[in-house]
C-alpha cells in the first residue's frame, strides 16, 4: 500500500519532464537558429572575416583526449573517493566507513563543495544541465548516485553526502546523554515532512526561476562558507538541533534525501533478512535512521549505514546463528564473524 | 502677483515635464541599457540600435554626426546562445574596442546557484578589462578561478571568450603584428 503510493508519487516526479517537453520543444527551434546563423554567414564570408586566425581552441574541436586531460585530477579524485567507499560499503567495514565519512567532508565538502542540490534535482526535472564535455565530474557524481540508489538504496546520503558525514561524525563524538530519542510515532510521521520540503522546492521553481532560494531550504552552502546572516543563524539552529536529535536533517527534512528515497522504492539489491526477524528487536534498535519497522526494512529511509548488516553477520548476537548453533548446526556455519576484528 | 507666481510655476512644471517627455520618446525603455553601454565606452557620444547579424550596437566617438566607430558592445547570450551554466545562459554585455581589447564585460542575468559568490561580485567583472582577445581566458591561468564555483566561472569565461572572437572575426582587422 504504502509502496505502490511512494511508486505512483515517483512516476508523477519522473513524468513531470515529460510534461514540460512541449514547451522546450519550441525553444530548440528558434535557439539553434540564432547560434548557427552567425557561424554560417562567417563561413561565407571567410575570406575577409577570419585574419584573426584564433591558432588554438574552438575552431578544430578540441577532442575527446584533451577534454578528459583537462579535467583529469577532478575525474580521478572523485573515483578514488567512490571507490573508498564503496569498498566500505561492500566489506561492511567500520574502519573504511569512517575514513569514508572524513573524506566526505573534507574532500566532498571543504574542497569541492558540490553535492547533489535540490537544484540538481529541478535541472534534471525541467532538462537544464551543464554541457555535458566541460562537466565530465558532475555528470559522473550525478550518475553515480542516480544509479547507486537504484542498486542499493540511498548510499548517497549514507557516506557520499559531506554535510550527512558531518551529522554522523557529530554523532560520534556527542556524549550520548545530550541526546533526545525521538518517540517512534513521531519519528515516522516527521520523515514524511522532507517529502513537503521536496515538492514545495521544487513547486516554487517551476513558478519562479528563482533558484537562489535553495539556499534556505538545505545547508549545503555551508561549506562554500558564503552565506548571509540570515542563512548562518539558520545553520547554526540546525547543527544545535543536530546535537541533540541525530541526523535530523537527513532524517527529516532533507528534500534531495526525499528525491533520492522515492528513488529507492525501486532497489534492486536490498538487505535480505533471516525468518527470525519476524520476533527479533536487535536490528531495529540499533537503527540510527528509524529504517526497520518490525520484519521490514523502509527502503526509503534506509542510507546503507551497514549497522543491521554487521549484526547479521556477528554470529555471538544474531538470533539466526544462535539458534542454528543450538541446533547443533555449527558444521554449516561460515567463520566466526565479529565486527570488532579488522574485516577481510 | 499672486497667480502670476502660481503660472509661472505651473509652466515651469509644464516645461519640465515636456522635457522628460521629449528624452523618454528619444530612448524609450532604454535608459538602464545605456547606461550599461556607457559604462563600458564612458568616451562614446551616441551608441547605435542593435544591428547586425552577430547582433551588437557600435559605440560612436567624437561628433555623433560623423558616426566614427570606437568599439562594439554585444550580448553573450546572443552570440553564443548554446553555451550555459549550471541553470541555463549567463547574459553579460560585453564591450570590445578596435584593437580586440575588451572595454570591460556586465553581468546582467543569471540563475547560477553559486552565482552570488562568483560571477556576481565585481572582481569577477574587473579582470576582464583590458584583456586582449588572443588571451586565453582559461580558468585557473589568466581568469581567477573561485573554488567551489568552477561550472559558473568557466561557462561566463568561455562565453565572453567566444563571442568576442566571433565578434572580432566578423568587424574587426587585426592589428599589423609588431616588426622584428
Redesign the interface.
Known sequence: MRRAAARLALLALLSLPLATLPLRAAQPST??A??E???A??KGDRAT????N?A?E?EAAESWGQIVRSQAVDLVLFAAFTTLALVGFFQKSVRLQLVTLASSVVYMGL????LI?I?NV??LLSG?L??FK??LV?YLFGGFTLVSTVLWGRLYCGRICAFGAMTQLMDRIVPARLRFEVPKAFDRRAAYVKYAFLGGALLYFFAT?D??F?RYVEPFWM??R?GTVVMWIGLATLLVATVFIRNLYCRFLCPVGAFLALLSNLTVFRITRWSECKTCKICEKTCEWGAIRGPTIVASECVRCDDCERLYLDQQKCPHWLILKKKGGVAYMAPVYSPTAHSP | MRTGGLARVVALVAAGAAVVAAQSAAAPGDAKLQAQLKQLFPVATAFSAKEG??PHFKAYVGDPATKTIGGYAFWTT???????????PIKMLVGLDLK?MLTGIIVVEH????G??SVDVPQFATQFVGKN??D?FRVGSDIDAI???S?TI??AS?AVR?SA??M???Y???PEPPKQ
Do not use: C, H
Open positions: 535557439q539553434p540564432t547560434g546563423a552567425p557561424s554567414r562567417q572575416a577570419d585574419q584573426w584564433f588554438e574552438e574542497y569541492k563543495s558540490q542540490s537544484v529541478y535541472g537544464n551543464p554541457i566541460y562537466n558532475f526561476g533558484l537562489l535553495y561549506f562554500t558564503q | 547579424d552577430s546572443e552570440l553564443e546562445p548554446l553555451e550555459r551554466g549550471y541553470d541555463g580586440g540563475r547560477e546557484p553559486y552570488y559568490f582577445i588572443r586565453p573554488s567551489r564555483a561550472i568557466t561557462s568561455r567566444n572572437r566571433r572580432a572575426r566578423q574587426l582587422t587585426p
